[in-house]
């Protein structure tokens, strides 16, 4: 019972509560909201919620439709199951302790490393037969924007948290679709931009790039500016383009 509490509280109402509070505690105006991946999911929320707090958004690598108020009889876990099967890596984090126990037997540098050098479009799939994480005594080289320092300190930070904190939102992936439903059908009413890289892995989810360049994202958030593809980027686009990604922000936040 306390661990299904204790997963109940990352929610979307937990965690925009939580931007909420952070935001009233440093300044009563508006503020730019810049969010990537999970972030940038948890920032749709907080526009949905509460655009009343927020001056701008720009978002990274997550559309609106990843995530969004959708059909509240619908299970997302579901539809990703249908076109990627159970080893898709969000299913395969819905069991409670059962990636965590694979994570501590690969070890969670060698985790840390495949994680941040995956840059293809293909799906993650990780099997149980563990053979993602490559074996024990193979060297994973860093890419050019990351480095041995930047691996050190995530590796520090899991192994003293451990990954649970860092998959119990994908547990609650069904249940955040039943407790948007009230928000089915509502638009983001925020000046938006959004970038993604041309070979992040969810640009090339099912449907996701009808999505951004087709004419529903713009529904969805009418407040949208053009969307922007990064050439040469995968999923951690703001460390791989960390300048490119600056100007945008600078230059979308500026016209403010």
Known sequence: MSMILYILLYTCFHMVGDMIAVIS???EDK??????DWGALIAWYLCL???DKVKALVNLSVPFSLGGPIDPTVKPLDVLRKFYGDDFY???FQEVGEIEAEISEVGVERVVRRILTYRTPRPLILPKDKSFWGPKDETIPLPSWLTE???AYYVSKFEEKGYTGGVNYYRNFD???ELLAPWVGCKIQVPTKFAIGEQDLVYHFPGAREYIHGPK?????PLLEEPVVIEGAAHFVNQEKPQEILQLIVDFISKF
């Open 25 to 27: 505690a440093l300044t």
């Open 31 to 36: 503020v730019f909201v810049v969010g990537h």
């Open 49 to 51: 919620f509460r655009p």
């Open 90 to 92: 969000m299913c395969r």
């Open 149 to 151: 320092e930047d691996v």
């Open 175 to 177: 249940r955040n679709n």
């Open 217 to 221: 994202f713009k529904e969805d958030v």
